[in-house]
């Protein structure tokens, strides 16, 4: 999956799964595979068995939320996703999931906040900073996105992405809602 192949990575976890039904790695390989390539509604049957059969485990909550939202349960991802924080508080990957949707929705602002929990934790993907970045850019707030964009990347990747943000920025009209959405940015 890591190398791009989710099809070959869905047909792996499926067979892993058909050897060892209750093998929770599978189905979460087999839901992380089917959401890669765009087809969550394939993976969430696999995840919400993983979720029954590791009832402590944050994980396929995260990733159930992920699906639910690609799939517009936007309700039940929500749902999904406070489970996962209820067991496990402040975890970063969660509070990433919970807001990516608001900035695709154009609610940079509310998922700042979220994204800021995410990144005070220790061990904290690079992404994670790189999409706090993007929501305090989206929101006009440059020189902090600058200053983590430059802390984190190596000059030209920092160039470009503030190059890519002021774009946005100023070609882009706010939405309604006084956010920029995916589809405003991209021209749609």
């Known amino acids: 999956r890591e190398l791009g192949r989710h099809d070959q990575a869905a047909e792996t976890a499926q067979a892993v799964m058909m050897v060892q039904p209750t093998n929770v790695e599978a189905m979460l390989e087999a839901g992380r595979a089917h959401i890669s390539r765009g087809q ?64 695709a929705e154009g609610r940079a602002a509310e998922a700042e906040p979220l994204l800021r929990r995410a990144v005070a934790q220790p061990g904290v993907k690079l992404q994670v900073k790189l999409n706090l970045a993007m929501a305090l850019g989206l929101q006009g707030k440059m020189g902090e996105a600058e200053q983590i964009l430059r802390r984190e990347l190596p000059p030209e990747s920092a160039d470009r992405n503030l190059d890519w943000l002021r774009a946005a920025s100023t070609q882009s009209a706010p939405s309604a809602s006084g956010g920029r959405t995916w589809s405003s940015l991209q021209g749609g």
């Open 40 to 103: 969550a509604f394939y993976g969430i049957a696999a995840l919400e068995h993983a979720r029954d059969q590791a009832p402590r485990d944050w994980r396929p909550l995260s990733l159930l939320g992920t699906a639910y939202q690609q799939v517009r349960r936007n309700d039940d991802a929500q749902a999904a996703w406070l489970q996962a924080l209820a067991l496990s508080p402040d975890n970063p990957d969660v509070l990433a999931n919970m807001a990516m949707p608001l900035m």
